[in-house]
């Protein structure tokens, strides 16, 4: 029996078209390695006619008010509740998510997500009009930045492109945006959906490759490029973009440390870590994956740890036991077995270490102890279920491992001690410290790194204001 494969398209000015010149790329479902869509491999003529499109809706959305654009997301918030069954299924396809996981963790942020930024549409503020100059007043407009060039990934498809479409679309810009080659399929049904409620050219999907998304950032009508990637991905897009002065949004990799101290609840750490470890395999740049135990309670920690890996499932979308699919594609597989190859001989491998069968890029949960600073899983982003597991000696040495890698994106710290507790949030260098708890996310809160994990916020007034402009206007007082 084959599947059908079926034929995905880009998404310009309100209508469905494949790529100018015909080009398609084969699109995976990684849980059975079969080809089930085939999606445009866009090129410059696919990236100027989005551009242009959405260059042509951006006055009037632009000038739309900020109750017109409430309207129309909660329209957009409300689709999506509609036909949540497709997005899930599509979704799963494009990833191998356990359609319940995706059904109760995925669509119900999302929705709200999308509903917090229709009403931030409405809650602008600047400061008031004053006389700093005698005989003058000064206003501050806060207006939209114009065309926004987004790429999203293949970790949360879905999630992710709500996260840069709403903000932009709630502060009056339009939007063209690109899913990666791997996982186009939810990011064009959602074009459908929203298509239906925004006007033409509002919103634009294009699909293709890397070279696609060259073009996108490099082309001269976008004031803004903001894309969710890999460190790589990102300095290539900064540099594209400081060729003429884009603005530019950056949410890159993640090596989170997970510092547990003597006195934390170690069957509750456990419980969380190895949920937030290994939860969409790991796939996660906030991930619990790199953790910091004080020696005092090391054994006793990795073995609980290991335990946990051991109870931990995965495997097919429709298995509802199972906590995470597989990973991506065959790349991610090969990279997340080649960290494990060529582990240290100091390393042990506690739990997992494996791939799980023969069909699909399945990969077990893994715990990796014995581990030094200066190790290559230590320092580089797996990006997959792995855990690794150091020892520390005091809360100095703590800091100095967590701030000690070239990420700074999330971190969590488990103690009963708040004054620690206290201690560790000001001196980790990470966007977000988590306290007892590790991954929550809410759209009232800011989500972004420092270092190479990049700059610019997603959720929150913050990730709004990320779409905005800042323009003083000064009036005579004499007429």
């Known amino acids: 029996m084959t599947t ?9 000015n309100g209508e469905f078209q494949d790529a100018a010149d015909g080009r398609t790329i084969d699109v995976v479902n990684p849980a059975t390695e079969e080809v089930y869509a085939s999606s445009p491999l866009s090129g410059r003529a696919d990236v100027d006619a989005a551009m242009d499109a959405a260059a042509a809706a ?53 929705v709200d997500q999308i509903r917090f930024f229709a009403g931030a549409a409405r809650m602008l503020e600047g400061r008031s009009a004053g006389e700093y100059m005698e005989g003058m007043t000064s206003i501050i407009r806060r207006e939209p930045v114009g065309v926004c060039a987004q790429v999203a990934p293949w970790n949360y498809p879905m999630m992710m492109a709500v996260w840069k479409f709403a903000p932009a679309l709630a502060a009056g810009n339009t939007v063209v945006i690109k899913p990666s080659d791997t996982t186009p399929a939810s990011t064009v049904l959602i074009g459908e959906i929203i298509g239906d409620i925004l006007p033409k050219g509002v919103f634009n999907v294009i699909c293709g490759d890397r070279e696609t998304g060259r073009l996108m950032v490099e082309h ?4 803004m490029a903001s894309i969710t990637g890999s460190v790589r991905a990102g300095m290539q897009v900064a540099e594209s973009a400081a060729k003429d002065v884009k603005r530019v949004h950056l949410e890159l990799g993640g090596k989170a440390p997970v510092v547990v101290f003597g006195d934390a609840d170690i069957a509750k750490a456990v419980e969380g870590i190895s949920v937030a470890g290994f939860f969409n395999a790991g796939q996660d740049c906030t991930a619990a994956t790199r953790v910091l135990v004080h020696d005092s309670v090391h054994d006793e920690f990795v073995s609980a740890l290991a335990k946990a890996a ?16 597989p990973l991506n594609n065959a790349n991610q597989l090969k990279q997340v077995t080649g960290f494990i190859e060529r582990l240290p001989s100091h390393a042990k491998v506690e739990a997992g270490g494996h791939r799980v069968g023969e069909k699909g890029y399945f990969y ?22 792995v855990i690794t597991v150091q020892s520390f000696t005091d809360e100095d040495q703590a800091v100095a491992y967590a701030n000690g890698v070239e990420y700074a994106l999330a971190s969590s710290v488990w103690t009963k001690d708040h004054a620690r507790a206290m201690r560790m949030s000001k001196n980790l260098d990470f966007g977000c410290v988590w306290i007892n708890t590790h991954i929550p996310l809410v759209a009232e809160m800011p989500h972004g790194g420092f270092k190479k994990s990049g700059y610019g916020k997603d959720l929150s007034a913050y990730g709004f204001e990320d779409y905005t402009r800042i323009k003083h206007v000064m009036t005579s007082l004499d007429g």
């Open 58 to 110: 951006f006055p009037a959305w632009r000038d739309t008010t900020p109750a017109e654009r409430q309207k129309a997301l909660l329209k957009i918030a409300d689709a999506f509740e509609e036909r949540a069954e497709e997005l899930i299924a599509a979704e799963s396809e494009n990833t191998g998510k356990p359609i319940g996981l995706t059904r109760t963790e995925e669509i119900p942020p999302m």
């Open 4 to 12: 059908e494969v079926r034929r995905l398209r880009n998404y310009i």
């Open 310 to 325: 051991a109870d931990t499932k995965t495997g097919q979308p429709d298995d509802e036991d199972v906590l995470y699919g």
């Open 220 to 223: 001269p009508t976008p004031a």
């Open 364 to 385: 077990a949960p893994t715990v990796v102890s014995g581990l030094q600073q200066d190790d290559e899983i230590i320092q580089n982003e797996v990006f997959g279920p």
